[in-house]
Antibody
Framework: QVHLVQSEAEVKKPGSSVKVSCKSSGGTFNNYNINWVRQAPGQGLEWMGAIMPIFGTANYAQKFQGRVRITADESTRTAYMELSSLTSQDTAVYYC??????????????WGQGTLVTVSS | QSALTQPPSVSGSPGQSVTISCTGT?????????VSWYQQPPGTAPKLLIYEVKNRPSGVPDRFSGSKSGNTASLTISGLQAEDEAAYYCSSFTGTSTFVVFGGGTNLTVL
């Protein structure tokens, strides 16, 4: 069974960056997309991007291009999402999620517990 | 503004059926049979209910079913139970650089 464990909550200042981690255990890590999805308070879900660790290159939603960087470390089975130039609009719970099967992303079967990132001066 | 349009809320009594719609465009739902549905009770991570329009992952009851017609997908929950009270989100593959778009979510109330 696949299990995703994310890093703890963070409080950041406007203009700074945050890096959230997602450690995978069980199942295969390298050839499934790890996606990042965020949810602002009381709002819906928003796909930010994804990486397939075996390829090492990430795809990003147009909205976040230039401001987000998704990486993966095969040796530790850990994916990372770094978001820069933070504003209060980035206050949200950030989830990592693994695809149901290998290929292009959309079917997110396994989810991390979520990491709350609060941006406040 | 969410890319896919869902009704903000629906409700039903125990034992009844409800249907949640999800309207996209010819660039997403209309072009791909890659529609997924997620259930999210308050304070928890989403759970995959339906993938590829109508398929259920292992462990999801057959009370949950999905369909699609044109640019609109639908989730039907039959035999409503109190535990079904949650937010429901649809998503679709888009084939653009923004691979995945979500609906705004629908809150289901079991009366």
């Amino acid at each position: 069974q696949v299990h995703l464990v994310q890093s703890e909550a963070e409080v950041k200042k406007p203009g700074s960056s945050v890096k959230v981690s997602c450690k995978s255990s069980g199942g295969t890590f390298n050839n499934y997309n790890i996606n990042w999805v965020r949810q602002a308070p009381g709002q819906g879900l928003e796909w930010m991007g994804a990486i397939m660790p075996i390829f090492g290159t990430a795809n990003y939603a147009q909205k976040f291009q230039g401001r987000v960087r998704i990486t993966a470390d095969e040796s530790t089975r850990t994916a990372y999402m770094e978001l820069s130039s933070l504003t209060s609009q980035d206050t949200a719970v950030y989830y990592c999620a693994r695809d149901l099967y290998s290929g292009s992303p959309n079917e997110f079967e396994y989810w991390g517990q979520g990491t709350l990132v609060t941006v406040s001066s | 503004q969410s890319a896919l349009t869902q009704p903000p809320s629906v409700s039903g009594s125990p034992g009844q059926s409800v249907t949640i719609s999800c309207t996209g465009t010819s660039s997403d739902i209309g072009s791909y049979n890659r529609v997924s549905w997620y259930q999210q009770p308050p304070g928890t991570a989403p759970k995959l209910l339906i993938y590829e329009v109508k398929n259920r992952p292992s462990g999801v009851p057959d009370r949950f079913s999905g369909s699609k017609s044109g640019n609109t997908a639908s989730l039907t929950i039959s035999g409503l139970q109190a535990e079904d009270e949650a937010a429901y989100y649809c998503s679709s593959f888009t084939g653009t650089s923004t691979f995945v778009v979500f609906g705004g979510g629908t809150n289901l109330t079991v009366l």
